[in-house]
């Protein structure tokens, strides 16, 4: 039974089962309604990991995710997503040999 404020791993495995190397391979994962991202959990060797929160339309780095407010006069100004307002990873993993397996992984929390 999984329950609100609970931790879980997600791993994603892939096969280069192919005889050549494989380059810039993207692998992409939504983050579960409900749940958050558990910041600094995202891993996987020899990939570029980045984050969207618009549902996959876009991705970056977190400290360039930004979405903008209006403050309290009506200006609009650019805020830093949270890591709560993360909806996908996407992973791109520079090389994979042929014959090789490797893995990518993240944490959320229930919310």
Do not use: C, H
Request: glycine letters at 10%; proline letters at 9%.
């Amino acid at each position: 039974k999984i329950e609100p404020g609970q931790t879980l791993i997600f791993t994603m495995k892939y096969d280069n089962k192919g005889d050549e190397k494989a380059i810039n391979v993207v692998i992409e994962n939504p983050i579960p309604p409900e749940s958050a991202y558990v910041v600094g959990s995202a891993s996987g060797i020899g990939s570029e990991i980045k984050f969207s929160i618009d549902g996959g339309q876009t991705f970056n780095i977190p400290s360039l995710l930004t979405y903008e407010v209006e403050n309290p006069s009506g200006e609009p100004f650019k805020m830093t997503a949270p890591p709560e307002q993360y909806t996908n990873i996407r992973w791109i993993v520079k090389e994979i040999p042929a014959g090789q397996k490797g893995e990518v992984s993240f944490s959320i929390r229930l919310k």
